[in-house]
């Protein structure tokens, strides 16, 4: 009999660190899609916050902190990331466990702008795109996740079958920024 190891999506693909930016692979924990049942947007913020005392983010927000996240993923969708969810959520919304499909990187540094800009087609100058921010929107030609966690770090998820793509396409992308000097 075969011995299966698990492996993270990005195993053996980073960290990366090319000029002022790195890029690793960020542990996110338990990854659940909450769907909130028809009427029950208001219930379903309520146990989220009862149950993970954080807030359920509106469009293009995220709240909570590292390691306990809920991320806007689109309409009716929000992704909680880090503790496995609280079975009261699911008297409010449906719960769809996501832990194996996403490949969670982290890309932190000062050029980490200018990274992004060569890849996605959204303003996401802090100025613009501030701490707690979150889009949909593609990275190259792939659909993704992108959320401002920190001044210079955004968490960037994509399919688990993508990663070796996001990988090459932001590995290029830091190596023309670092190359500009």
């Known amino acids: 009999m075969r011995d299966l190891t698990p492996q993270s999506p990005a195993q053996g693909l980073v960290p990366l660190s090319i000029g002022s930016v790195s890029l690793s692979e960020a542990e996110l924990g338990a990854i659940t899609l909450l769907t909130p049942w028809r009427g029950q947007d208001d219930a379903a913020a309520a146990a989220l916050k009862a149950a993970h005392g954080m807030a359920m983010p509106a469009a293009g927000r995220a709240t909570g902190k590292e390691g306990a996240r809920a991320i806007w993923f689109g309409k009716d969708q929000i992704m909680l990331a880090g503790p496995e969810p609280d079975a009261r959520l699911a008297a409010h919304c449906a719960l769809v466990d996501q832990s194996d499909a996403w490949a969670c990187l982290r890309l932190e540094g000062d050029a980490v702008e200018a990274v992004m800009a060569r890849l996605v087609a959204v ?25 401002r966690v920190g001044d210079k770090a955004m968490l960037i998820m994509v399919f688990r079958s993508m990663a070796k793509s996001a990988v090459h396409e932001l590995r290029n992308a830091m190596e023309a920024v670092a190359a500009r000097g």
Do not use: Y
Not at 129 to 144: E, N, Q, V, W, Y
């Open 123 to 147: 303003d996401l100058r802090q100025r613009h795109f501030k701490r707690g921010h979150a889009i949909r929107s593609d990275l190259g030609h792939m659909p993704c996740s992108v959320t």
